[in-house]
């Protein structure tokens, strides 16, 4: 046989040869596992929290975060927590790596000068200096927001309130009646107040808005976030963000898995006939009893937006990122 009659052959091994093969994308990794029931975390939940006493005679706080594997970091806050006692200035807040050794129920900081070292065992943290002296000692605390529970008033749209009322379309309800992620009210609203009670996932490994991820749209136009923010400096992406609009005045975010309260008065942009918007929205929020945003306006919509603005009335919407947050306690009055 001829060779010319091999030629198309061989050129096609040669083809193939220099082609190079396609890139796989690599695999994603898993998403960070959360929690969504406080009697089933891991053995750093018991730890992660807050504590407070005081220190020569003065109030002192301390929020420990969980990281995951055994990693930890300590915020410490002269003159109190967040909403009880600090004054607002990042300048005198510390943060300390730490770690738990496997096996161990306590986790220990050592400050980066060496001298002051700490350990944390999920129900007080003592303060030692360098020679092992006791310097302070902070207990365990478990606030809860003073609205907690509110029972609506004479008047009130109830929204939720566990399997006897749910007013949200295409919702899901947990085998104990807490409202999942993922809802939108049947019911449309213009001004009004609005209480609601959300539970972050605990979430050690995840970061950003990988950690519990949610957020309350007013009329499907404006999102208050939701995101366990514990610890965090508090910015417009965090718990009780206005997304690319303001941050919050204080972080008051509460330790993941705790119920936490939004009470927000809400006053909806205004348009003229012609649909010239005249003045723009604007919202008062109390995070856990304490105001975040005061008579803050709102010249446009949030991300993630589903309604453009405009004189119509419009619902309620809590987001759904993947992220196992819980709803309950769900009520308005319509001004």
């Known amino acids: 046989m001829r060779l010319t009659h091999f030629l198309p052959f061989l050129a096609a091994l040669s083809l193939q040869a220099q082609t190079p093969a396609p890139k796989q994308d690599a695999p994603k990794p898993p998403p960070p596992k959360a929690y969504a029931d406080p009697d089933k975390t891991d053995e750093d939940f018991p730890i992660q929290g807050e504590y407070a006493g005081e220190q020569d005679g003065k109030k002192f706080g301390a929020q420990i975060i969980a990281l995951g594997e055994g990693k930890f970091e300590a915020i410490s806050y002269p003159g109190g927590l967040p909403g009880d006692g600090w004054d607002g200035d990042t300048s005198k807040v510390t943060r300390t790596a730490g770690q738990r050794e496997a096996g161990q129920n306590t986790v220990t900081f050592e400050a980066d000068t060496g001298d002051i070292q700490g350990t944390v065992d ?88 990988k950690r519990g991820n949610s957020g309350l749209y007013l009329q499907h136009r404006y999102e208050v976030q939701m995101l366990d923010s514990f610890g965090l400096s508090g910015e417009d992406n965090e718990c009780g963000g206005l997304y690319k609009i303001a941050k919050p005045k204080v972080n008051m975010c509460f330790p993941p898995l705790t119920w936490q309260t939004y009470d927000i008065d809400f006053t909806a942009a205004k348009f003229d006939a012609s649909g010239n918007k005249t003045a723009n929205a604007k919202m008062t929020v109390k995070h856990n009893g304490v105001v975040i945003h005061q008579d803050q306006e709102l010249p446009k919509v949030t991300g993630g937006a589903k309604l453009p603005e405009d004189a119509s009335p419009g619902p309620l919407h809590l987001q759904n990122h993947g992220d196992p947050v819980r709803y309950r306690n769900i009520w308005v009055v319509k001004k």
């Open 122 to 209: 999920g129900s007080s943290i003592a303060v030692y200096s360098k020679d092992g002296e006791k310097v302070f000692e902070l207990s365990r605390v478990q606030r809860a927001s003073p609205t907690l529970e509110a029972a609506p008033p004479a008047g009130a749209v109830v929204l939720f309130s566990g399997k006897d009322k749910n007013d949200f379309a295409g919702s899901r309800v947990t085998e104990d009646g807490l409202l999942m992620e993922g809802a939108t009210s049947t019911e449309k609203f213009q001004d009004f107040t609005l209480h609601i009670e959300f539970r972050l996932p605990y979430t050690p490994t995840g970061r950003g808005q």
